[in-house]
C-alpha cells in the first residue's frame, strides 16, 4: 500500500511524532513494508482457525473476592499534597 506525505503527517500528528527530513523517506517505506505484509496475512484462510487469546491454554487462577483491611481515611490522605476532608483536591479541568 502506498502512504503519502500527507498521511504520514496525519499520522505523525495523531501520534505526537515529529520527523526529521532525513527521515520521512525511510519512515515511508516502513510503514509501507508493514501494511504489505499485513495485506499478506489478509489473504491467508483462517476460517478453520479457532479464535485464541493465547498460544497456549493459559488457565488464570481465581480467588473469593472479599474485604480485607480497610485504610483509614487520614491515612490514605496523608502524603496527599491536599486535600479536603476526605476527598482528595484536584486542579480544575472542567468550567
Given at each position: ?31 509501507e513494508a508493514i ?61
Open positions: 500500500m502506498k502512504i503519502g506525505q500527507r498521511l504520514l503527517d496525519e499520522l505523525a500528528m495523531l501520534a505526537r511524532l515529529r520527523f526529521e527530513d532525513s527521515e520521512r523517506e525511510g519512515m515511508l517505506r516502513d510503514l501494511l504489505d505484509y499485513v495485506g499478506k496475512l489478509e489473504e491467508l484462510d483462517t476460517r478453520e482457525v479457532p479464535p485464541t487469546a493465547h498460544l497456549f491454554d493459559v488457565t488464570t487462577p481465581m480467588r473469593e473476592d472479599r474485604v480485607e483491611r480497610v485504610l483509614p481515611a487520614d491515612e490514605a490522605l496523608r502524603n496527599a499534597p491536599e486535600y479536603e476532608g476526605t476527598a482528595l483536591v484536584v486542579p480544575k479541568v472542567l468550567e
